[in-house]
């Protein structure tokens, strides 16, 4: 399953502030960190902030900072702020559907897309964050 | 089965034992699961105390969660049954949890955690490295809750298929 950037960059940006909701970090520091511009960055935190999850600081030292809930905020909640992951319906699907091979492949794909929506949906930003502890304690 | 083990930590709201179950716990743990899911199902607690009571009881776990001072109308809060499982489609040794719930009422207190934590500790004292369980693709509560506690999907799928 491959991810819009933009879904990506939010999960990465989330991540990074949900850790302290008492820091303050700018859109350059983290577009610094994940390689990527502060314009394209400045967009998706403007999505986050409209859905609450997280709060603009302006003035010096001001940035961004974490307000939702970590425990309840699922990677699913994210992606869905970008993307549409629900299974797909195109133009082909809409001809084919009616075909035996076409049931078929979509009851195969409805599968998988269930699984993933399953696994996105239950895994929240504090799990991201515990696992993120874990994975630097075994390296150590 | 185990029949001296406890543990007790801290919780939010309050003190919680982990040990295992005894026969008289059976009605506490029987009632969240009805709660739980609706089914009243007292006989296959009771047979299934029955097994984990009198065989491989080095390798079987039925623990309960329960309030350490007397404060709690309820002596069962909570409740995780697994058991070590070999060369089942040719997998090494395992630890398989199969059933677990915590009455809704004690939730978001670290009861499921202290749960998990104990039947994980009791795994790895018998040699156990990898635990599985199986999760309702909806239910979300519990997928949420062992994915947290740093589950992830295994090498293995479920499958399934009706029978006419």
Redesign the interface.
Known sequence: MKLQVSSRLAIFALTELAADPGQQVSVSEIGEKYGVSAHHLAKVMHTLGRAGLVRSIRGVGGGYSFCGNAKRTTLLDVIELFEDVSPGNDELDARTDGTSAGLELRQVLDEVDDIARATLGAVTLSTMLKQIDRRKTIQI | METASQSATEGLGCRINIRAAAKADLDGVAAIDQRVTGNSKPDYWRDLYERYDTRRTDERFFLIAEPADDASDKPVVGYILGEVRAWEFGSEPCGWVFAFSVDPDNRLQGVGELLFEAISARFRVVGIKTMRTMVG??N?LH??FF??E?MT?GPYIQLEMELD
């Open positions: 693709r909806e979300r997928m949420a994915r947290s740093g999907a």
